[in-house]
């Protein structure tokens, strides 16, 4: 089982970034997938979620409506498109396969600075 994010940077306040979560060794379309962040001290914090065959999503209150999460059962990919970038958006990035595989990325680093 491999999960491979990239797409992580440094971006202006107000800017965007979109994540990619490339995923191999298991039945992709049969997981949920999430992407949760986590930040130095800090406990790492559930952002956004999908359903295995895409059709629901949910997202925390302080990612909503700048954040999508997306999905591709062919290319075997979640993404998380992030607009309106904050300071506090900042932290490491990561993707996650639910039950039954609970696999992780090894993150991405996502900085909103200017």
């Not at 800090?42 to 999460?69: C, N, P, W």
């Amino acid at each position: 089982v491999q999960l491979v994010e990239s797409g992580g940077g440094l971006v202006q306040p107000g800017g965007s970034l979109r994540l990619s979560c490339a995923a191999s060794g298991f039945t992709f379309s049969d997981v949920n997938m999430r992407w949760y962040r986590q930040t130095p001290g800090k406990e790492r914090e559930l952002i956004a979620f999908i359903t295995s065959g895409g059709g629901s999503t949910a997202y925390a209150d302080s990612v909503k409506d700048r954040f999508t999460i997306s999905r591709n059962n062919v290319k075997n990919t979640v993404s998380l498109r992030m607009n309106s970038l904050k300071p506090e958006d900042t932290a490491v990035y990561y993707c996650n396969a639910g039950r039954p595989i609970n696999h992780w990325g090894q993150g991405t680093q996502v900085t909103v600075s200017s």
